[in-house]
């Protein structure tokens, strides 16, 4: 007998007859058996139950077979089909092959012969599931190489990789841009118990705010103008692997309450929907931003602050780990020498020395275009000339406007003033409050989260 949840099989017919003949002969056989009459029906019952075979009918009544087969593949549902055909079908029989079906039966079918291409159809792809897992075996032995660095701080964050990777928890990471925020998540991803499913990544700064929820969490047919038939989410996609929510510091606060849900529950609804929608996804997160400061600012919620904040993983900028630097240009220079079909050099100590010497504000993706721009023009000169124009570019930012000193002192005055004046009302009201700090914030009229950090600043009760 097979596993429950390796044995689940839907049946798509519009003819009740054949739906019963099957169940019954399949639930005979050990398998948990689905029925759906229509397209709609079996999409929906897919994307719930994850079936591992579907017997598709090709003629439904709402949207056909092949549409079925389209969405599926869409939605990157890992469901092998089985198509059954009536005679004069063999166009539509071509075309559900080159869309993913797996095998077909004819139309009128012996129940022996449908056992048979089931037996098949899941060994098929019991074996693929197999190929998947040595490869991302393979891949998982090698889950450091495109994350390099000897560095202590890199030592250390690729231990806390390795122990975190398989726990399920909630993973925040911090750095500047261009770092390797979205390396490490894939390195998370590939070397958990979830490697063999999805990665879903979605950055949330690139998409505008109105569309962001529908396209994280789906929505229905008739949501909203445009929307001319159901779409799953980027959760939904994710089912059974891994979520990656880059930039998660630029994500509007009216769907920070949607997000927290999920976190906590696993679960959302559709926009536009009224059903509840589960699923099994592990959520990594991203930012380069202060996310204290949008805290205290009101841009993101105390809870979700905290709820993403269960494994945090700071990646310190390139100029705070240089001697990473020669690595990583020995990397770079494997990989576009191969990718170009060139034979480009190690670099000279000079040309090293400017490297190491520059501070590199676009991090490390900054310092692989430099590479990757000298490999294809084949001239290491072009690393000191840019290096030069660009240090050039950031000392002749316009300054400051100078300030003398009498005005220097006069706003050092005033700034002083209300930060007395500021220091001694907080006093005030954590006095009246017995050092109730929400009741404090409450009377205050600034967030829970402020207020402790005001009480910080001004060294309050130490």
Known sequence: MRKEEENKVLVVDDDPRICWMLNEALKDEGYQVFTARDGQSALQIALKENPQVMVLDIKLPDISGLEVLERLRQAELRVEVIILSAHGETKNVVKAIKLGAADFVNKPFDIEEVKMHIRNTLEKGRLKKEVQFLRSELKAKNKFESFIGDSPQIIEIKKLIEEVADSGLTVLIRGESGTGKEIIARILHHISSRRSGPFIKVNCAAIPKELLEAELFGYERGAFTGAYKRKPGRFELANQGTIFLDEIGDMPIELQAKLLQILEHREFVRVGGVETISVDVRIICATNQDLEKNLAEGTMREDLYYRLNEITIPIPPLRERREDIP????????????????????????????????????????????????????????????????????????????TTEDELSLKKASQKAIEETEKNLISKALNQTNWNRRKASQLLGISYRSLLYKIKEYGLGT
């Open 327 to 402: 690595l990583l240009i020995e990397h770079f220079i494997n990989i576009y020498n191969k990718q170009f079909n060139r034979q480009f050099p190690p670099l000279s100590p000079s040309t090293l020395q400017a490297i190491e010497e520059y501070d590199w504000p676009g991090n490390v993706r900054e310092l692989e275009n430099l590479i990757k721009q000298t490999i294809v023009r084949g001239d290491e000169g072009i690393i000191k000339s840019e290096l030069k124009k660009r240090s050039s570019l950031s000392s002749s930012s316009p300054s400051p406007p100078q």
